[in-house]
Nanobody, 128 residues
Framework: QEQLVESGGGLVQAGDSLRLSCVVS????????MAWFRQAPGKERSFVSA????????FYADSVKGRFTMSSDNAKNTVYLQMNSLKPEDTAVYYC?????????????????????WGKGTLVTVSS
């Protein structure tokens, strides 16, 4: 059964760092693009970052560019989101998602409407 399980969320102060992980099982990891989305309280889900399948190119939302870094470890079937210089406006539930043969910029343009699988999310709270 396909599963995406996020971890690493928590309560931090502004300026701190966190690293989120998403462990993938039940799918051929190398054949999928992976992405991170987030949903803040009272707001719609928004794109954070993505890695294209095969070539591994990344794409970031403007709001996190330069602060967040997405990476993948194919040997561990895991993607990471390193979040530095966190701000209160980064507070959200962060979701990992996968789409077969996806391209990072396309995932951004479609805002995740075509993702095949989603995790249940991990909460990140940044206090001021």
């Amino acid at each position: 059964q396909e599963q995406l399980v996020e971890s690493g969320g928590g309560l931090v102060q502004a300026g701190d760092s966190l690293r989120l992980s998403c462990v993938v099982s039940g799918i051929t990891f190398g054949g999928y693009a992976m992405a991170w989305f987030r949903q803040a309280p009272g707001k719609e889900r928004s794109f954070v970052s993505a890695i294209s399948w095969k070539v591994g190119s990344t794409f970031y939302a403007d709001s996190v560019k330069g602060r967040f870094t997405m990476s993948s470890d194919n040997a561990k079937n895991t993607v990471y989101l390193q979040m530095n210089s966190l701000k209160p406006e980064d507070t959200a539930v962060y979701y990992c998602a996968a789409v077969r043969w996806g391209v990072a910029q396309t995932i951004y343009r479609t805002q995740g409407r075509n993702m095949d699988y989603w995790g249940k999310g991990t909460l990140v709270t940044v206090s001021s």
